[in-house]
């Protein structure tokens, strides 16, 4: 059968679970998309094919990531259902056996999935044939930009060397490119995305993360720059340096795990609790005002009720702004697999409850501590003319804020006054 080139402008929607890297991916896979003539838009029900990105950094996202394929395919029974993702790297027999599961494609596969799917609906992937406004315009405001993937430090709990590989950076121009690209396109803010981004350029001739960040913020137009994630041994004085410019959002990212040094050391992280806290005082000393975000595993293997109250007193002290709280979970193929100790579940749940009232207080009072402050807000595109002029957008320090204007804010970047809480929201006043 030839192809049917007068099938014009089939729709697409993709759905994106975990890290900011399978945000990255997700907005690539957008783009090549519509380059190839297909449209984006939101909905599963909506679309002729369906993408699920997956996650399955615990055994809780594969569960999701079953769920919302199984849901996509009651909701659209004719679309083409796709899993693809670390799932689909780490388990692609297992998503492969779900009846509601079109066409599995692991994460090496991510470069040839459009047209994989173009010759699955048989018709031409051709950039000319879109002739439509694309629905959905995915990362518009904000431009998640993958520098690095993989990693080689292998700690114990963690799947993602085997479904991401070794660590490899993207050389530098093409990141610039990348970002130039996306700020001519109407984004305003890049968030640099990767496994590992503190080891940025190992693989590179005379480069690091912060040379890197030095040459984006002296090549690039785009109106603010995120780093996503650090770990704590990897922030120096000398990289503090580099947010002197304004443009560098005081937002760092920096996984804890747990802050007992014995689970620590059993996890094979490469920081113990004083490092950490040093980390944490020469940010604070740097940037002020910064907003500290973490991840927290709760029972890993050997964590009794000593190293729990460790680990929770040490959270309480650094006072983060947020904190993402996990329960452990087995990932065959990882050593903590094979570990003794395996905390029963009653007792997961229970330390998993405390720490996430933790969290919560935590988020609270760095809410509260923000009132009074004007900070600059990215404004979320379109969302205030539909919801009354209340419009939502994210702080520099990453706060999320809504507030009232008649004005037009869509992918503007304004002053705001915080002056209340109300709900997960900090309000504010438009400069």
Not at 51 to 58: D, E, F, G, H, K
Not at 280 to 302: N, Q, S, W
Request: net charge negative; with cysteine; glycine share 8%.
């Amino acid at each position: 059968m030839s192809p049917d080139t007068s099938f014009e402008s089939p729709k697409v929607a993709i759905h994106t679970h975990g890290c900011k890297l399978n945000q990255a991916d997700s907005q690539v896979l957008a783009r090549q998309f519509q380059e190839a003539g297909f449209r984006v838009v939101r909905s599963a029900t909506q679309a002729d094919v369906v993408i699920l990105n997956s996650c399955t950094v615990t055994a809780n996202s594969d569960s999701k990531a079953r769920q919302y394929l199984r849901r996509a395919r009651r909701a659209n029974p004719d679309a083409l259902v796709v899993a693809t993702g670390c799932y689909a790297q780490r388990a692609k027999d297992e998503l492969s056996a779900m009846e509601e599961v079109s066409l599995v494609l692991d994460n090496r596969q991510k470069e040839t999935l459009v047209s994989t799917v173009a010759a699955k609906l048989n018709v031409v992937a051709d950039s000319s044939i879109q002739n439509a406004p694309v629905a959905a315009p995915v990362g518009r405001s904000r431009a998640m930009v993958k520098i690095q993937e993989g990693c080689d430090q292998v700690c114990a709990y963690c799947i993602v060397p085997k479904v991401r590989g070794r660590e490899r950076s993207i050389p530098p121009e093409e990141i610039i490119a990348e970002i130039n690209g996306r700020s001519e396109n109407g984004c305003r803010e890049a968030v640099l995305t990767g496994t590992q981004l503190g080891t940025y350029g190992f693989d590179l001739p005379g480069i690091d993360l912060r040379d890197l960040i030095k040459r984006v913020l002296a090549e690039t137009s785009i109106d603010r720059l995120r780093v996503s994630s650090l770990q704590a041994q990897e922030i120096t004085h000398e990289l503090l340096e580099l947010w002197d410019d304004p443009r560098l959002c005081p937002h760092l990212h920096i996984p804890l795990q747990s802050g007992s040094d014995t689970i620590l050391r059993s996890m094979r992280r490469r920081y113990d609790t004083a490092r950490f806290a040093e980390t944490v005082e020469l940010v604070r000393k740097k940037i002020p005002d910064a907003g500290m975000t973490t991840d927290i595993i709760v029972g890993f293997p050997g964590e009794g009720e000593r190293e729990f109250a460790e680990s929770y007193s040490f959270a309480m002290s650094v006072g983060f702004s947020d904190m993402h709280v996990f329960p452990y979970s087995i990932r065959p193929g990882t050593s903590a697999a094979h570990l003794d100790g395996q905390v029963e579940v009653i007792k997961k749940r229970e330390r998993t409850g405390e720490m996430l009232e933790l969290a919560a207080t935590a988020v609270r009072e760095f809410r509260l501590g923000s009132l009074g402050q004007t900070r600059p807000v990215l404004w979320e595109p379109g969302k205030g003319r539909d919801a009354g002029g209340i419009w939502s957008g994210l702080t520099d320090n990453y706060l999320r804020v809504k507030a009232q204007s008649d004005r037009e804010l869509g992918n503007v970047i304004t002053d705001a006054h915080l002056i209340g809480l109300d709900g997960d929201w900090v309000t504010g006043e438009v400069a």
